[in-house]
């Protein structure tokens, strides 16, 4: 059984803090009744920072208990892989949340500092899919459609719910 990220020491260069990872600008076109975009330090307390935003966000906006709940948990396990697999969670780090509501759905963003290592890939092989991969699983059961795309520096996956 091999080591995760969270067991294994590796050196990596710091993150720029000054870098700070962006949301494509077509997520804010379109029909969106409201928004909002925050960014924090990529540290252990980002991850609920991010879930009580998520929650608080909806819960003004009058989402129902299980777009929230299911809501919360995406968005936990997308910080999550931002910390773990990106510069985001280096020293100096940053990621960026995007809430945005239409009349149909809520999208959520989580934009991150691009790969630690740009030399590794992102595929993963067969024999590490007992250690990686739940996660994705977890955001496709929670939400009605989910993504990834980079931008130039910029990794950012995102998902969307239904509300009706």
Known sequence: MGTTDSQELRTFDAADSHNTPVVDP????????????????????????????????????????????????????LATNALLHSRSGQSGGVMTLFIRIDAGNVRVAVADQGRKNPE????????????????????????????????EATHVAWFEIDLS
């Open 26 to 77: 077509a997520e804010f076109v379109g029909s969106a009744t409201d928004h909002t975009v925050w960014s924090c330090v990529g540290n252990l307390t980002a991850v609920r920072s991010i879930r009580a935003r998520v929650r608080e966000f909806l819960g003004r906006a009058g989402c129902a208990e299980v777009v929230r709940d299911d809501a919360e948990l995406a968005v936990s396990e």
């Open 120 to 151: 590794e890939s992102d595929v993963i092989g067969r024999e590490d899919q007992n250690e990686y991969g739940r996660g994705k699983l977890i955001v496709e059961d929670c939400s009605s459609r989910s993504g990834e795309y980079w931008t």
